[in-house]
């Protein structure tokens, strides 16, 4: 029999029933392929009209690559073995696949088969692996870029253990809340590489060159480990603040040194930062994280442009999942990335992002807006007794004077409500601990916080008649001198979108109405004991160590505060730069020890002879320092460095070595600045300390000991 039509009336019907009822798909073929017989499955999951099958051959229906197996099914088997069972794939009408599993059977000259659809259970399969894969690469990301913050994160408490100093406590303490946000910032970016829960896409104030060094400090630790320095370099044109969406920016960053280090057994990464031209609007800047040392071998695990597919095999020149997370980041902040590898130089991770100029410079940047504590105090956290302790021991830590000074003063609270009632409430409540002053209106609670001393704390009522609480809050908090007072809400609202009204106009806390007494008392006590915590911190990081005055960091500060303040009430600023004659030579004579004394010495010289509260001193350098005069003219900034060029000489510290005098002398440069409507730029504020250092240098050039005024 070698053909259907020689079969009788009985088996063709039986045939007929099976074909009819199956769910395979089912087909016969004779010996050369050729199809006879197909069932309905062929046009319901193909596509196929039986009429267009019949005298097909079998070969063309399938995959290429299946064909060689369906040729050894076609060729006749032995006695021994006339069935044969393999997979293929099956085209459809519209060019897809279905994945099945042949049953071949030889009989009387013709191949019985029957195929079952396993496509459904194929994708599931690869759908399952697909998220094992995912999972491990989760895994690995988790395990190993937590891992790098979590050592920082041990190894500066094992520093805070070992340190001697309030000022070598303060830095560990800053490193271990570097480590610890940048821990929340991977865990941000990796929520936001989740398409089905995006994260918000934040812009504000902030100044650049905080955030990029933020996001490179906790992983030194890491990159010392592996003997790699980090560069960091950004380009002067880059505007010191600018808007855009920080925490994204330095999960972008993060990631990418992440990535560098792993690049590299030793060696060094460069981090470089460029801008496109910043007086637009919105521009770009460009980033670009390069590794040069000696990198792993290409297609090893630690290179970033292998990935690994569910059977383990390698795929080169394709990010991994670290560098497909910082893609989409880039991405949502309208940025490209790109990352290249050459076999000399190491790998190139470059990439773009845009953001605004900030056009409002009297609006307080992102670290002057407190935006690192109010996470905390959404969370509600509050202090624990150990934590009170920790500040107390801290604050114990500081100079004597420094801690006289902290007892006798008494912590002014401000309380603003147009109740007399409720302000007498809590008046009466804190009076026995605080200096209290009340304030019945928004207008006369403005006028108190300017006041010197001013207010520690302010308790503040939601709903007044002239100006709400919002109002009141965020005008204090548009003020330099006064946006660092805490601020806690006393209001009957507390439902979570009055909260979060309140925290984002730059409150810390809210207490309820009617008061918990004790519950007011303790919030107070614990915001209290912060304001003091920073405070500390801050007088740290802006104090120079060795001279006690502030650091050059400080006087940058408030460089940039006076010049918006000279601009807004059109007055002059001046600078003078000072340095110590021939200093070189004096530590050269007497030993550093004696230079160190001598520098602090010339430092309280210097503080004592400023009379005005707004005057600033600072160690710029070595043994130059430099004064901030605001709201004084050339001639008022020459007399003043002319009083302290004789007050150093005065002090009579002996310079043997010194070719001047045998006594320590200083040069002085002086430089005044205006804004005049006429002359925009050639009188910017910018260049102050530029003409103060042509000054100084001029004051060297002439014999020294002396005063030089700039003059255009």
Request: aromatic share 6%; charged share 25%; with cysteine.
């Amino acid at each position: 029999m070698n053909d259907l039509f020689s079969l009788n009336e009985q088996s063709r019907q039986q045939l007929e029933g099976i074909f009819n009822v199956s769910m395979e798909f089912l087909c016969i073929t004779n010996g050369r392929g050729e199809i006879l017989k197909t069932n309905q499955v062929w046009e319901t999951k193909l596509g196929y009209l039986t009429p267009e099958l019949l005298g097909k051959n079998l070969i063309d229906l399938v995959h290429p690559n299946d064909v060689a197996n369906l040729l050894l099914a076609l060729k006749k088997p032995t006695a021994a073995n006339k069935s044969l069972a393999f997979t293929s794939r099956l085209r459809s009408t519209n060019g897809d696949y279905r994945f099945v599993t042949w049953q071949f059977q030889w009989i009387d000259e013709l191949i019985y088969s029957s195929a079952k659809d396993l496509t459904e259970l194929y994708h599931a399969k690869k759908d399952v692996e697909s998220a094992e894969f995912s999972k491990n690469q989760l895994l690995s990301i988790l395990s190993n870029e937590i891992h790098e913050p979590l050592d920082s994160l041990s190894l500066f408490l094992q520093l805070i253990s070992k340190t001697q100093s309030i000022s070598e406590q303060n830095i560990c303490l800053e490193n271990i809340r570097l480590s610890t946000e940048f821990l929340a910032n991977l865990i941000n970016g990796i929520l936001a590489t989740d398409k089905s829960n995006p994260t918000v896409h934040d812009v504000t104030s902030f100044n650049f060159h905080d955030t990029i060094e933020d996001a490179i400090i906790p992983l030194i630790v890491s990159a010392k480990r592996h003997n790699i320095t980090i560069d960091l370099s950004i380009h002067p044109k880059i505007p010191p603040t600018v808007q855009g969406d920080p925490q994204r920016l330095k999960q972008i960053i993060s990631f990418l040194v992440l990535n560098a280090i792993k690049c590299l057994e030793r060696g060094k990464i460069s981090v470089e930062a460029t801008p496109e031209n910043t007086d637009k609007a919105v521009f770009k800047i460009y980033f670009s994280v390069k590794t040069s040392g000696l990198t792993p071998s290409q297609g090893s695990a630690d290179d970033p442009f292998s990935s690994y597919d569910s059977h383990g095999s390698t795929q080169e020149n394709n990010l991994n999942f670290g560098l497909e997370l910082v893609k989409n980041l880039v991405e949502t902040m309208n940025g490209k990335l790109s990352a290249s590898r050459d076999n000399e130089s190491g790998y190139d991770f470059s990439f773009h992002v845009l953001l605004l100029r900030d056009n409002a410079p009297n609006i307080k940047n992102d670290r002057s807006m407190g935006g690192r504590v109010l996470p905390m105090y959404n969370q509600n956290i509050r202090l624990k007794a150990e934590e009170l302790r920790a500040i107390e021991q801290l604050r114990n830590d500081q100079p004597k004077s420094d801690r006289q000074a902290i007892a006798i003063k008494r912590e002014r609270i401000l309380i603003v409500d147009d109740s007399p009632e409720n302000t007498q409430l809590l008046a009466q409540m804190l009076v026995e601990n605080y200096e209290i002053l009340v304030a019945n209106s928004g207008k006369d609670a403005l006028a108190i916080v300017q006041q010197v001393p001013a207010p520690d704390l302010i308790l503040l009522d939601l709903s007044m008649p002239d100006m709400s609480g919002y109002e009141v809050c965020k005008q204090i908090q548009l003020e330099e001198s006064t946006m660092a007072i805490p601020i806690i809400f006393l209001t009957i609202l507390s439902d979570p979108e009055n909260e979060a009204s309140g925290l984002q106009s730059g409150a810390v806390d809210f207490i309820s109405k009617p008061f918990d007494l004790p519950r007011v008392e303790e919030k107070i006590k614990n915001h209290l004991a912060l304001k003091h915590y920073r405070e500390i911190l801050s007088t740290t990081a802006d104090t120079d160590a060795l001279t006690q005055i502030p650091n050059r960091r400080r006087f940058e500060e408030m460089l940039a505060i006076e010049i918006r303040k000279a601009r807004r009430n059109n007055t002059t600023l001046s600078v003078i730069r000072i340095d110590i004659d021939y200093f070189k030579r004096y530590n050269d004579t007497y030993g550093h020890l004696e230079g160190d004394d001598c520098l602090r010495e010339v430092a309280d010289a210097l503080k004592k002879t400023l009379k005005r509260a707004g005057d600033l001193v600072a160690r710029w350098e070595g043994e130059e320092f430099i004064c901030l005069l605001p709201d004084t003219n050339l001639k008022g900034a020459a007399h003043v460095a002319e009083n302290i060029r004789k007050a150093v000489l005065n002090l009579r510290i002996p310079h043997q070595s010194s070719p001047v005098e045998k006594v320590v002398t200083l040069s002085l440069g002086v430089a005044s600045g205006t804004r005049s409507h006429e002359n925009q730029a050639e009188d910017s504020f910018e260049a102050l300390l530029d003409h103060a250092q042509m000054a100084l240098t001029k004051s060297k050039d002439t014999g020294r000991n002396r005063v030089f005024v700039y003059r255009k």
